[in-house]
């Protein structure tokens, strides 16, 4: 079936740095992918659709210019955290759609300090 | 405005007993509908998912859910619940909007099956 890799699993940055994360779909190539935020015993939130070769699309009161999104390929989407603070800690989840349906990476927990 | 409702926050069993959460959503047009579980400490896992044909749809590990489209409801049961069915649940509906299919998630119902 698809496999979707995220890296790092965990990350632990100093506020006002910058965290890449990497979101590979490993053998199929996905035009469209989604990140997603997940904090303590919540929901996932849509973030963004990362469409490569193009812009990502963000959602309603995410902002673009915190949470950079780069789709350079069709195996390859990062979300770059700039500029991070305490209150970015999260669990940070992407997704990619292929003929499976939604596959999902494992997640990566950014803990800001 | 568009949503995915799970009406049961957390919900704690037995073992053996039955269950079922509800979902429901208010999007129109045609949608995909699925059901997902987050085990403690894991990612999320796939347990059934209705595109179209028979609206009862038979997942892993025993679970099924039922699509009513007039009661814009896809609810997820399972006829015996084990200690091992303790985690969060998901509901979420692939939906076109903004001329983009997006896949939104509902707030999650906790399970917690005591033994």
């Known amino acids: 079936g698809a496999v979707v890799s995220q890296h790092p699993s965990r990350v632990i940055c100093k506020s006002g740095t910058s965290v890449k994360i990497e979101c590979r779909s490993l053998?199929?190539?996905?035009?469209?992918m989604f990140w997603y935020r997940q904090f303590p015993k919540q929901s996932l939130m849509l973030m963004a659709t990362?469409?490569?070769?193009?812009?990502?699309?963000?959602e309603q009161g995410v902002e673009k210019d915190k949470f950079l999104i780069n789709h350079a390929s069709l195996t390859l989407s990062t979300l770059t955290v700039t500029s991070a603070h305490p209150e970015d800690s999260s669990f940070y989840i992407c997704?990619?759609?292929?003929?499976?349906?939604?596959?999902f990476g494992s997640g990566t927990r950014l803990t800001v300090v | 405005a568009q949503s995915v409702s799970q009406h049961n926050h957390h919900v704690i069993l037995s073992e053996a007993a039955s269950l079922e959460l509800g979902c429901n959503y208010s999007?129109?047009?045609?949608?995909?509908l699925f059901w997902y579980v987050q085990y403690p400490g894991q990612h999320l896992q796939l347990l059934l998912k209705?595109?179209?044909?028979?609206?009862l749809v038979k997942g892993i590990k025993g679970f099924e859910a039922e699509f009513i489209k007039s009661k814009f409801s896809f609810n997820l049961r399972k006829p015996s619940v084990q200690w091992s069915d303790t985690a969060e649940y998901f509901c979420?509906?692939?939906?076109?909007?903004?001329?983009?299919?997006?896949?939104?998630f509902g707030s999650g119902t906790r399970l917690l099956v005591r033994p």
């Open positions: 997704s990619a759609f292929s003929l499976s349906g939604y596959t």
């Open positions: 979420a509906v692939n939906a076109r909007m903004d001329s983009s299919y997006k896949l939104i």
């Open positions: 999007y129109g047009g045609t949608v995909n």
């Open positions: 990362s469409n490569e070769g193009s812009k990502a699309t963000y």
């Open positions: 053998d199929f190539q996905a035009t469209t």
């Open positions: 209705y595109f179209s044909g028979d609206p």
